[in-house]
């Protein structure tokens, strides 16, 4: 298994559209939890850290689910400009931090 | 606030060649992260550097090399290239506190002919 999965997708929804991704780990010592969001050819931007409470930013809802061992990310309203790829990021501390990218979940929104 | 700067933007070697990519970060930070995105594949973790020492490294061969300064900016070094080198190498720093947030560096496409 992986240590950290994502649905590539493409995920194809129309404006308005509400859309969640779930992201896996495997190592249950992991202690930081990150959603980015990446544009064709561009460096990853960070959307939100996940805190074990949920956290939510506006249209974005991210939550974090230690017994099942996944985050997911949860966009209302979706807009055309949410078109982009979304990857997680779970950090795991063996000693020292190692940060472990999911391979991204691909998402298009279209009118 | 300047975000993180890479430089080159591009930079084209061949076979055998040795690239230095450089990385500045974000004022205050204090923590460099190196990472190798493929094309068509994920960020792969490469180094972190924090406070001028190498802290941890990913699956790489040693060829793949780098250094912090004592202002904190970086620099990655690739030595003996290879074609499979070819790729979008991106940089990120955080505080140096482990687990914060990383912010990113627009990258250095590195092409291998």
């Known amino acids: 298994r992986k240590e950290v999965e994502q649905d590539p997708g493409p995920f194809n929804v129309p404006e308005g559209a509400t859309v969640a991704f779930n992201c896996t780990y495997s190592?249950?010592?992991?202690?930081?939890f990150f959603w980015y969001r990446q544009d064709c050819r561009k460096e990853p931007k960070l959307l939100m850290s996940v805190y074990s409470s949920g956290n939510e930013d506006g249209r974005f809802t991210a939550q974090l689910n230690r017994a099942s061992q996944y985050i997911s990310l949860l966009i209302r309203d979706s807009k055309l400009s949410d078109s982009a790829t979304y990857l997680c990021?779970?950090?795991?501390?063996?000693?020292?931090?190692?940060?472990?990218f999911g391979r991204g979940t691909s998402l298009i929104v279209h009118p | 606030e300047a975000g993180v700067t890479q430089s080159p933007t591009h930079l084209i070697k061949t076979r055998g060649q040795q690239a230095t990519l450089r990385c500045s970060p974000i004022?205050?930070?204090?923590?460099v992260y190196w990472y190798q995105q493929a094309l068509g594949l994920g960020l792969q973790f490469l180094l972190w550097y924090d406070e001028g020492e190498e802290r941890n490294r990913g699956n790489f061969p040693p060829r793949f090399s780098g250094r912090q300064f004592p202002n904190y900016s970086s620099e990655l070094n690739v030595n003996a290239l290879e074609l499979e080198d070819s790729a979008l190498y991106l940089c990120a720093s955080s505080l140096g506190t482990r687990f914060n947030e990383q912010f990113f560096g627009p990258g250095t496409r590195l092409t291998v002919l």
């Open positions: 190592n249950s010592a992991s202690q930081s």
């Open positions: 990021v779970v950090g795991t501390s063996g000693g020292s931090y190692i940060p472990t």
């Open positions: 004022s205050g930070h204090t923590s």
